[in-house]
Each structure stands twice: as structure tokens, then as C-alpha cells.
């Protein structure tokens, strides 16, 4: 029998953040620790997914091979076996199927999508892409049939629909797709008691985002060791003066309380009753600075050593190989449609 898949993308339309890395690229690393060589690593960067929203598209091409750079420094091993790198645009089946489940797919789910509502709503300009984006982050995960996805509370919502999506196209079309599991499932799975959901520093109401303009509330990956730790010095907090872990009355705090368990490795419980009570803002704040200047200083060491020859030599090879086991899926699509003859 074929492995289960392990699925997860992350745009490349600006610099990889905090966020980023405990939302999706540690669990990723962890996930393929822990399962060595028992599931199949999908870790791609969907750059058609990248400008959804207006970048600067001069870079584009140099980010995504940068963003692929920092997978490996973060701990991927693209070497074992099964695991497999890729670029989104490079495999077109992904635009192909994203087409036709765009005919299965109701403007009203889209319309309610929270991304799209957060991502449209002070801009007058809304692109279709962004509106659409949900349907063709669904071919990427359907068309290789995964069933464990990755990633940050933000994107749950997108993996649920690529869920109903599949059900809905199943029951049409009996069998067609292995659909993933649900978001209890997936949070279970990844060894977790909630979704990862990392605030800006500046807004903790806000997630950390690549997207927002605000640069001193979010942590790039890139940022030095020594802007990131003054970053965490200027988090905004509250006035209750006392450290509780609650996202409701206090997020600012509790943002911090949350990159502080993921950066030590420590469960979330034991870092909040360490806490808990405690009235100086400032010592808590001292310690996630510290937890952020090692985790940044460490990674951006190897990101120097990562050998580019290599990682682009894995990453055409894997291309070929996922274009393969893309079409095949394609083409069941493209029978069951009725656009091929029926095997
Ligand atoms: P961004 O929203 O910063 O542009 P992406 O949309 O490319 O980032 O997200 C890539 C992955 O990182 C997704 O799995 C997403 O859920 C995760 N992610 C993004 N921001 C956060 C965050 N603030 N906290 C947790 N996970 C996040
Ligand atoms: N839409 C995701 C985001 O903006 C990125 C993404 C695209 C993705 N395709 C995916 C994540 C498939 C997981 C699986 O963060």
C-alpha cells in the first residue's frame, strides 16, 4: 500500500516569519522526525498562491528559492526518502484542476471564507485570485490525496473546505479523492492540544503576517538576532500586571507565553504554570527575547551552510517526479468529468 501524505505550502511572497515557522515549518520538521520514512513529505511553495495580494514581483523567483533554503535550514531532510520539494507553478495540473473543482465550488462558501473577508477588506481593488485561492489551495492538497495537512489556525478553515469540497465531488463521483482528515484530527495528529496561532508583537489581535504592513510587530526570519529580541522588548501587552494564558483578556501576554512553550520545546501547561501570576512583564518578555536570539542566530547559521547546488538539483528532480503523480489524478478527474474517455 502507498504511504499516507503529509502536505504542506507556504507562499513566497515576501520573507517567512515567526508565525510561519511554528505555524507550519516546525511541524513539518517534527512530523518527519517522528514518522521516519512511515508517511510521504510533501513541503512545496505554492507561487501561484503568491500574489494573491500585489507584491513586488521582481522578486518573486529569488524568494521562493530563498523560502526553499530555509525548509532545510529549519531541519527538513530532503534526502530521505519520500520526501519531496516543489514549486506549485511548476506542476500544472494544479491550475488544470483547479478549474474544474471552481465548477463544483459555491460563491457563497467562498464568499464566508474569513481569509478572503480579513485579505479584501480595506482594499478596494479584490482580486478574483484571492477570492479563488481557497479552490486552488484545495487542488494541491487533493491532487496528491493527502490526508494530514499542516499548518497555522488561519488556514483551518481552507483545509475544511477542501474537505467538503472533496465529500461533495465523492458523492458525484464515487471514490474519486482521498480527502483529509478534520481539524480535530489534524491538531491531534500534529501533537498539539490547539492550532498554532502566533499574534503580531505590535497587534495581538492580529496574527503575525508576511501581509501586514506593520514590520515591528512581526519577526522575519532574516531580521537579526538583535532587532528580533528588541521586537519582543516592545510587545505590546496590558495593564493587569498579572501573566495568565488567556487569548481572550489578555493576547498579548499570552502571545508570548505560546512562542515561548514552542521555542524551549516545552508543553504548553508547564511554561504557563511557571508563569502564571507572576506581575513582571518585563522578565517575561527577557525570556522569550533570549528563546528568539538563539532560535535566530542558530537557524541563520544554517541557512549559510544549506548547499543551493543540491537543494535545486532535489527540487527539479521532485518536480518531475509529483508532475507524475499529479496528471494521474488529473486524468481520473478529467474522466470522471467526462473531458477523457472513461478508463
Ligand atoms: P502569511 O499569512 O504570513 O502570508 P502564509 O499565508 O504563506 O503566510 O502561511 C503559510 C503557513 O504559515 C500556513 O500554514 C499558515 O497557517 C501559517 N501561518 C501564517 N501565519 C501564521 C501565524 N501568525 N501563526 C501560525 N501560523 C501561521
Ligand atoms: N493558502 C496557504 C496560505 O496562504 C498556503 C497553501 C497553499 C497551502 N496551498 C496549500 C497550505 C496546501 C497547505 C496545503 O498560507
Redesign the pocket.
Known sequence: MSKEVIL???????E??????????LPMVEMQKKHAGKYQLNMFI?DL??FT?PIDHTKLYEQTLKNLKVFVAAGLDTQQPDTYIYRQSYISAHSELTWILDCFSYFGELSRMT?FKNKSSNSENVSVGLFNYPVLMASDILLYGAKWV???????QHVEFTRDLGMRANNKFPGLFIVPENNAKQTEFAGRSE??????LRNPDK??????EDPTG?ITLSDTPVDAAKKVMAATTDSLESINYDWEKQPGVTNLLQILALLSNKPQDEVNSQWQGKSSYNELKSAVADVVRDFLTDLQAKLAQVDSRALTEKLESDEVAMSKVASETLLRVQQAVGLRSAA
Open positions: 504542506t505550502g507556504l507562499r513566497s511572497n515576501n517567512l516569519h515567526l508565525g510561519n515557522y511554528l505555524g507550519a515549518i505554492p498562491h503568491s495580494t481569509e499542516p499548518v497555522g489556525e488561519d488556514q483551518r492550532a498554532v496561532r502566533i499574534r503580531s496574527k503575525m503576517s508576511k501581509s501586514v512581526t
